[in-house]
């Protein structure tokens, strides 16, 4: 065998070894390269469904910030209604208080003529009538008329004027149908959710 064989096999036999050692290279960067690829893949199926449940979450948030509106709505509601009734109530009891400065010596004046005139005992108190929802605490005491003193003449007092108010606006509650506030959220006596039988319509966009 020549020399010039020999350096021929040798270059060979070098060759054969460089390709060995870059085939096993390409086959490593082969498989990381399929093994990122698939994970990667996984990634991404993994990502649609994290970027769908975050939807999900969205629009939970949404229908609990309409809920929560809702809510308000019912509160500024509720507050409007709790308002216009202490207004009411305040109203109605000044009222009583003033029609019971006339009622109060009227009936002094009466009582006394009953037991002078005709011998007869003193008319009931107000909170001593059978189903009365006056209280004995409600309005002072009535003065207790001297038994020998003469009513002093007086006039006979006009009558107060009817007070006459505009009743509120009610409706009929759904549960229980009795006749509530119309702009109540909730039914006083069965503590149902009240809903408007002609709900408003969306606007149109």
């Known amino acids: 065998m020549t020399a010039e064989n020999e350096r021929e096999i040798y270059h060979k036999l070098e060759a054969m070894k460089e390709i060995r050692n870059k085939t096993i290279t390409l086959?490593?960067?082969?498989?990381?390269?399929?093994?990122?690829?698939?994970?990667?893949?996984?990634?991404?199926?993994?990502?649609?469904?994290?970027?769908?449940?975050?939807?999900?979450?969205?629009?939970?948030?949404?229908?609990?910030?309409?809920e929560l509106r809702?809510?308000?709505?019912?509160?500024?509601?509720?507050?409007?209604?709790?308002?216009?009734?202490?207004?009411?109530?305040?109203?109605?009891?000044?009222?009583?208080?003033?029609?019971?400065e006339d009622y109060r010596p009227l009936k002094a004046e009466v009582d006394l003529l009953r037991r002078q005139c005709l011998g007869l005992e003193r008319l009931p108190d107000l909170h001593e009538e059978e189903g009365s929802p006056i209280t004995p605490d409600r309005f002072p005491a009535l003065p207790r008329a001297a038994p020998f003193a003469a009513p002093a003449p007086r006039k006979p007092?006009?009558?107060?004027?009817?007070?006459?108010?505009q009743p509120p606006p009610m409706k009929s509650c759904l549960s229980c149908h009795q006749q509530i506030h119309r702009n109540a959220p909730i039914c006083p006596l069965c503590k149902a959710k009240s809903r408007s039988r002609n709900p408003k319509k969306p606007k149109k966009k």
Not at 77 to 98: C, D, G, H, P, Y
Not at 157 to 165: G, H, K, L
């Open 70 to 100: 809702q809510i308000h709505a019912d509160i500024n509601a509720m507050e409007t209604v709790i308002k216009q009734t202490e207004e009411s109530m305040s109203r109605k009891l000044s009222n009583a208080s003033r029609l019971h």
């Open 27 to 66: 086959e490593r960067l082969k498989r990381s390269i399929l093994t990122e690829v698939r994970s990667g893949d996984q990634e991404g199926r993994c990502l649609a469904q994290y970027k769908r449940e975050m939807e999900l979450l969205q629009q939970e948030k949404m229908s609990h910030v309409e």
């Open 157 to 165: 007092p006009p009558p107060p004027p009817a007070f006459r108010q």
